[in-house]
């Protein structure tokens, strides 16, 4: 059947099971967009390009499916970049879709030209510059299969304005056969059989756990996996809600913005397992190499990251759903209770202390607030977050796992993520789920822009601005490596009235200043289905709980 490549494009999206595509038009892509402008995939207009990356990367994790973004060539191009390093590092699968210049003119420095191709070939899992039309229905069925198998991340396709105006001979591929590309997925039987013995023999272990979890869609096998084993369970920023928050088996972050008797247990056991997590330097960054006699087994579906950061006695290429499910196969016999119970103590006191923590002169305990929201958010909820203090806060107040999902930038920590990634999250999920943005002022006025879309699709989005007029994780940051009276570039001079702007853009604005007002707030703003926007007020002295000194 003949087709305009620009419909065909559009085609493959749908036979894809595309609904929703995030972008910003231009010169370069405008055949594609009249062939979306009669379709029924719903093109929803971002206010930034990077903002459109982000949107496609919320929308995709909901389900754990493929969300696309698409550009023009030139600015509208690179400006996606950061949003599609940020998937990369969080190896959350995207399909990125860029316009070109004519493709005899590439090389040319045409007006709105870029080599978006070199620029991110090395935060993209692959991608493509489209030399002839005939290859697009191949291309487009090999970027959502790589984007969405093995170690999931972002895939690129750049396509010059004159190919997508080509006629092609038009017929969408079943299936895909990649040479080299065959990510291994099962774990090794003599792995398998060595992780069963160490666990049997281990008297203090613990279980790591990253987003490859949720990537994998196994959150069912790592229950089960730990109720036969009765290991505790600690989790990286990206592996918040892959394990329920209020299991008597979690404990809770670890790393540098963890919490300190996690990573005391981390550093007295003699057995860790890790599943799904690159176990990278926020992690690692408090925890010792030099422990004897401990034993640690990574498994995770990209063997690059096996041993790249700390060193593996037991490594396991294979995908950690599958790794798990020949793990349940086995049944176990340790005792650690004396070891779980003491780790479980722990938590409870540290959170109730923290929670109920007040040192500052004024200002609301954003501990408190942030268990207050989670408290109130209900069992089916989708909670993003910026990077900075507002991060830290949350992933550890905000009870997360089952149908509770915390999504963040982890890798990249990428500023102004929490706001598109919550409005994609929202064109994703049921109206059933809560969806909650929360950042600080640093963040928030990155990409503040897409509150537009909040109001224009009347999303439900309850969308938190905690405000300490500083950038408050780089001042800690300052402070730690040199002194009190070493701050600088972190004030933040100027901030706009919060509450006008959220009546600029037609949004309900409620204002905490402290802690007596959270209650009343969070109430009325959770207790209708429109669209809001809370500011809370903190003392600019009040630390991410990493902070306060421990021993």
Known sequence: MKMLVADAIVECLRLEGISTVFG?????????????????????????EQSAAHMASGYGRVNNTVGVCLATSGPGATNLITGIATAYMDSIPIVAITGQVNSGKIGTDMFQEADVVGSSEAFTKHNYLVRDGRNIPRIIKEAFHIA??????????????DIQNEYIDFEYPDTVDIRGYKPTIEGHVKQITRIYEKINKAKKPIICVGGGINSSGCKE????FVEKTKIPVVCTLMGVDSYPNDNPYFAGLLGSHGYPFVNRAMNKADLIIVMGARFADRSTAVISDKINDQHVIHIDIDPAEIGKNVKTHTPVVGDAGAVLRQLNLLEYD???????????????????????RSFQES????CKFIRAI???IGDKAIVTSDVGQNQIWTAHYILAGNDRRYF??????????????????????????????????????????ELALIREHNLDIKVVIITNERLGMVRE??????????????????????????????????????????????????????PCLIQCRVNPDFPTLAHWRWQ
């Open 24 to 48: 910003y038009p231009g010169g370069a892509v405008l055949p594609l967009y009249e062939s979306l402008r009669n379709s029924s995939i719903k093109h929803v207009l971002v206010r930034q």
């Open 148 to 161: 969405n198998t093995g170690r999931k991340g972002p895939v690129l396709i750049d396509i010059p304005k």
């Open 221 to 224: 096998d790592l229950v089960e």
């Open 334 to 356: 340790n005792d650690i209770e004396n070891w779980t119970d003491s780790i479980r103590e722990a938590r409870g006191e540290y959170m109730d202390e923290n929670i109920n």
């Open 363 to 366: 200002g609301t305990n954003p």
């Open 374 to 376: 989670s408290d109130k």
């Open 408 to 449: 963040t930038s982890g890798g990249l920590g990428t500023m102004g993520y929490s706001l598109p990634a919550a409005i994609g999250a929202r064109f994703s999920a049921d109206s059933v789920v809560t969806v909650t943005a929360i950042m600080g002022e640093g963040g928030f006025q990155m990409l503040m822009g």
């Open 477 to 530: 940051l300052q402070l730690n490596a040199y002194g009190k009276d070493s701050y600088h570039g972190v004030d933040v001079g100027f901030n706009p009235d919060f509450m006008k702007l959220a009546d600029a853009y037609g949004i309900e604005g409620y204002l905490v200043e402290e802690d007596s007002q959270i209650e009343d707030v969070i109430e009325k703003a959770y207790s209708s289905n429109e």
